[in-house]
């Protein structure tokens, strides 16, 4: 595994009497395409702008590729910023606009407008060149900064929302080729973003903050299934929670009583945090429960309840059940096949389950 | 019926306003040296004996130097102030920019007799330099608004992203900065020119051995024979203002277009 680029070091950052950053670390490896995901305000932008330099840490250290960054200014970094208004000089034309950081480039005149041919063909923009800035519709704004960021060669591209402001076909296609161009240059990429989807769909990694602190710092797969607290469970797609209660523990494992579902016996690594006050309670991903259609054999465990509304989104049918014995209703998602029926509202229903895909949060 | 009345107030009013104005190069044409109706023929001559004053050229080379040192001051001056107010906060930011912006609306009389008295009580003379110190007083404010919304247009993630890509603060205010916020001192230079060129009061106080054009102009309304040539030099001077101040304003249009901003200020509709 390749040495970390870039080292944060318990930074936090104060404006005034506002704490946006309370002591934040990480490590973040050469290469890799590094995802920060969070609610509004909770410091996203704030941190990408610590390591671009354009915020010094209150404390704390930023280190690039080793070497301490306090006092170094944004200019000096080998670091790029794709900004989430995409700050395309007005102007300027496209070529202007991604040749702008060669002017100082020791690169001859010919050299330089090749790199900005060869950049602006990479984010298939080749033959825009002389075109005015005004002229570009968002997803070339924005094809613009990423061609102008990467003809420098950063070691490192700060990215804050780049695809937040494009409607969502083009997001989900230029998610697509961030993902391919990144792998493609090999730069370490550093994405800011509010969509859990988005971060799970492009990341190597993903640190989750809340209120200007990495919740959980994983890879897509563990933080969608090992979630470390109830919030991140919450905030990182679908989880239901039932109420439970611990009737035994030891390191085998941990008995509970779980409303609905019965006696479980859950894994020793397999609990989570709950949220401060709340009382424990088990989660399951609706991918986890599986309805019975029919006289389907039964696999697993089973518990019964009623369907109490139906949302068909053509590939897949989202059901909300009120399994007997529990508050409120679970989500369950079931893939529609050809044999398959779409099940109606007051509908009774058998539910399968399996007590390894379980968490318990306490 | 209200629609009606609506419009003929407005006629009314627009006349009222521009008449006066209208008359000017009517009479500046006009053939007599009486300025009363029925008009006599029409002759340019007005024109040509302007052009035979010397005392009048002096006037005006004064003008013109006094206008452009006092736009470009004022100019400069705010510059430094509408990026300050719109880049920082300080302490007391309101009340500072509330009186810097006060001579706005302070009569220009006052001004004119406190300056008077100053200039004399320092011991100092009177001179160009008094003129344009004044002037500096009454047209920074406008040059601070024109400036301020011209600043306040632009988005500072462009400067920043300028320093991301490895410029300087400088470079970067000489190569993002300055062009995108040009059109709006190209504004400030010819309003401020402009209203110096025009005005009276000030320069009537301050000026020593050596009038402004206004002042020249009033010095001559005393000579009825000189009166249509006062009309000839009054209608290039309008025709000379409207001109600057369209030009500016174009400026400043177009300078809020370019940055992509939303039209916030400006003098004419
Ligand atoms: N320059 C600043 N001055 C004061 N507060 C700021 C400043 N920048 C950000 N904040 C505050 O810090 C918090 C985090 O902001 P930000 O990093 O932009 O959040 P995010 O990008 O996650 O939405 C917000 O509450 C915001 O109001
Ligand atoms: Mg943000």
Same mark, same amino acid.
């Given at each position: 595994m390749a040495d970390p680029i870039i080292q944060l070091e318990n930074v936090t950052k104060r404006f005034d009497d506002f704490e946006a950053l309370k002591g934040v670390s990480a490590d973040i490896r050469e290469g890799e395409f590094f995802s920060l995901l969070g609610p509004s305000g909770c410091g996203k932008t704030t941190l990408l702008r610590t390591i671009a330099g354009f915020e010094a840490p209150t404390s704390g250290q930023v280190r690039i590729a080793g070497q301490d960054m306090a006092g170094v200014p944004p200019n000096r970094r080998p670091t790029n910023m794709v900004f989430q208004s995409y700050a =395309?000089?007005?102007?300027?034309d496209v070529a202007g606009n991604v040749g702008f950081g060669l002017r100082r480039s020791p690169m001859s005149a010919a050299e330089k407008a090749r790199a900005v041919d060869e950049a602006l063909e990479m984010v298939g923009l080749a033959g825009y060149g002389r075109r005015a800035a005004h002229a570009l519709s968002g997803g070339q704004r924005q094809r613009v900064a990423l061609a102008r960021a990467l003809v420098l060669k950063p070691r490192v591209l700060l990215l804050d929302e780049p695809l937040s402001a494009l409607d969502k076909k083009l997001r989900e296609q230029m998610q697509g080729e961030l993902r391919r161009l990144q792998r493609q240059v090999g730069i370490t990429f550093i994405l800011v973003t509010h969509d859990q989807e988005e971060a799970l769909i492009m990341s190597d990694r993903i640190a989750v903050m809340f209120e200007g602190q990495i919740a959980q710092m994983a890879n897509p797969e563990m933080l969608y !299934?090992?979630?470390?607290?109830r919030r991140v469970a919450e905030f990182i797609g679908v989880m239901n929670f039932l109420p439970a209660r611990v009737t035994a523990s030891s390191p085998a494992g941990i008995e509970v009583e779980i409303a609905g579902l019965g006696r479980a016996t859950l894994s020793g690594d397999s609990h989570a945090e709950a949220a401060p006050g709340e009382p424990p309670s088990v989660g399951i991903r609706p991918e986890m429960l599986t309805i019975l259609f029919g006289n389907e054999p039964e696999t697993g465990r089973v518990a019964e309840g009623e369907v109490r509304e139906v949302v068909y989104y053509g590939d897949m049918t989202y059901y909300e059940i009120a399994i007997d014995g529990a508050p409120g209703t679970v989500t369950v998602s079931m893939r529609n096949l050809v044999n398959r029926p779409v099940l109606r509202r007051g509908e009774r229903t058998r539910i399968s389950w399996d007590e390894r895909a379980l968490i318990l949060f306490r | 019926m209200k629609g009606r009345w609506l419009r003929a107030y407005t006629v009314l009013y627009l006349l009222f306003l521009y008449a006066p104005i209208a008359l000017l190069p009517i009479f500046a044409f006009n053939? #007599?040296? =009486? =300025? #009363? @109706?029925?008009l006599g023929g029409f002759t340019g001559r007005w024109f040509v004996e302007l052009g035979k004053v010397p005392a009048l050229h002096d006037a005006a080379l004064n003008s013109v130097f006094i206008a452009a040192m006092a736009s470009v001051s004022a100019t400069v001056l705010g510059m430094l102030a509408a990026c300050a107010s719109t880049r920082y906060e300080f302490p007391a930011k309101r009340p500072i920019m509330g009186f810097i912006m006060l001579p706005l609306v302070l009569p220009e009389i006052i001004v004119g007799v406190s300056l008077l008295v100053v200039i004399l009580r320092a011991g100092l003379h009177l001179s160009h330099w008094s003129i344009i110190a004044g002037h500096i007083l009454i047209v920074t404010p406008f040059s601070i608004a024109i400036l301020s919304s011209a600043f306040a247009s632009l988005d500072r993630s462009l400067e920043e992203a300028a320093i991301d890509l490895g410029e300087t603060p400088w470079s970067t205010f000489r190569l993002v900065t300055l062009p995108l916020v040009m059109p709006g001192i190209i504004s400030s230079l010819l309003i401020g020119f402009t209203i110096s060129l025009d005005e009276f009061i000030i320069a009537f106080f301050l000026s020593g051995s050596e009038p402004t054009l206004p002042v020249y102009i009033f010095g001559q309304l !005393? @000579?009825?024979?000189k009166i249509p040539i006062i009309m000839a030099l009054g209608t290039i001077l309008v025709v000379l203002s409207i001109l600057l101040l369209v030009t500016a304003e174009y400026f400043r249009r177009r300078g809020i277009r370019r940055a992509g901003g939303q039209d916030s200020g400006g003098f004419l509709g």
């Amino acid at each position: 595994m390749a040495d970390p680029i870039i080292q944060l070091e318990n930074v936090t950052k104060r404006f005034d009497d506002f704490e946006a950053l309370k002591g934040v670390s990480a490590d973040i490896r050469e290469g890799e395409f590094f995802s920060l995901l969070g609610p509004s305000g909770c410091g996203k932008t704030t941190l990408l702008r610590t390591i671009a330099g354009f915020e010094a840490p209150t404390s704390g250290q930023v280190r690039i590729a080793g070497q301490d960054m306090a006092g170094v200014p944004p200019n000096r970094r080998p670091t790029n910023m794709v900004f989430q208004s995409y700050a =395309i000089f007005p102007h300027l034309d496209v070529a202007g606009n991604v040749g702008f950081g060669l002017r100082r480039s020791p690169m001859s005149a010919a050299e330089k407008a090749r790199a900005v041919d060869e950049a602006l063909e990479m984010v298939g923009l080749a033959g825009y060149g002389r075109r005015a800035a005004h002229a570009l519709s968002g997803g070339q704004r924005q094809r613009v900064a990423l061609a102008r960021a990467l003809v420098l060669k950063p070691r490192v591209l700060l990215l804050d929302e780049p695809l937040s402001a494009l409607d969502k076909k083009l997001r989900e296609q230029m998610q697509g080729e961030l993902r391919r161009l990144q792998r493609q240059v090999g730069i370490t990429f550093i994405l800011v973003t509010h969509d859990q989807e988005e971060a799970l769909i492009m990341s190597d990694r993903i640190a989750v903050m809340f209120e200007g602190q990495i919740a959980q710092m994983a890879n897509p797969e563990m933080l969608y !299934r090992r979630p470390v607290s109830r919030r991140v469970a919450e905030f990182i797609g679908v989880m239901n929670f039932l109420p439970a209660r611990v009737t035994a523990s030891s390191p085998a494992g941990i008995e509970v009583e779980i409303a609905g579902l019965g006696r479980a016996t859950l894994s020793g690594d397999s609990h989570a945090e709950a949220a401060p006050g709340e009382p424990p309670s088990v989660g399951i991903r609706p991918e986890m429960l599986t309805i019975l259609f029919g006289n389907e054999p039964e696999t697993g465990r089973v518990a019964e309840g009623e369907v109490r509304e139906v949302v068909y989104y053509g590939d897949m049918t989202y059901y909300e059940i009120a399994i007997d014995g529990a508050p409120g209703t679970v989500t369950v998602s079931m893939r529609n096949l050809v044999n398959r029926p779409v099940l109606r509202r007051g509908e009774r229903t058998r539910i399968s389950w399996d007590e390894r895909a379980l968490i318990l949060f306490r | 019926m209200k629609g009606r009345w609506l419009r003929a107030y407005t006629v009314l009013y627009l006349l009222f306003l521009y008449a006066p104005i209208a008359l000017l190069p009517i009479f500046a044409f006009n053939d #007599a040296t =009486i =300025i #009363a @109706f029925p008009l006599g023929g029409f002759t340019g001559r007005w024109f040509v004996e302007l052009g035979k004053v010397p005392a009048l050229h002096d006037a005006a080379l004064n003008s013109v130097f006094i206008a452009a040192m006092a736009s470009v001051s004022a100019t400069v001056l705010g510059m430094l102030a509408a990026c300050a107010s719109t880049r920082y906060e300080f302490p007391a930011k309101r009340p500072i920019m509330g009186f810097i912006m006060l001579p706005l609306v302070l009569p220009e009389i006052i001004v004119g007799v406190s300056l008077l008295v100053v200039i004399l009580r320092a011991g100092l003379h009177l001179s160009h330099w008094s003129i344009i110190a004044g002037h500096i007083l009454i047209v920074t404010p406008f040059s601070i608004a024109i400036l301020s919304s011209a600043f306040a247009s632009l988005d500072r993630s462009l400067e920043e992203a300028a320093i991301d890509l490895g410029e300087t603060p400088w470079s970067t205010f000489r190569l993002v900065t300055l062009p995108l916020v040009m059109p709006g001192i190209i504004s400030s230079l010819l309003i401020g020119f402009t209203i110096s060129l025009d005005e009276f009061i000030i320069a009537f106080f301050l000026s020593g051995s050596e009038p402004t054009l206004p002042v020249y102009i009033f010095g001559q309304l !005393r @000579f009825p024979q000189k009166i249509p040539i006062i009309m000839a030099l009054g209608t290039i001077l309008v025709v000379l203002s409207i001109l600057l101040l369209v030009t500016a304003e174009y400026f400043r249009r177009r300078g809020i277009r370019r940055a992509g901003g939303q039209d916030s200020g400006g003098f004419l509709g």
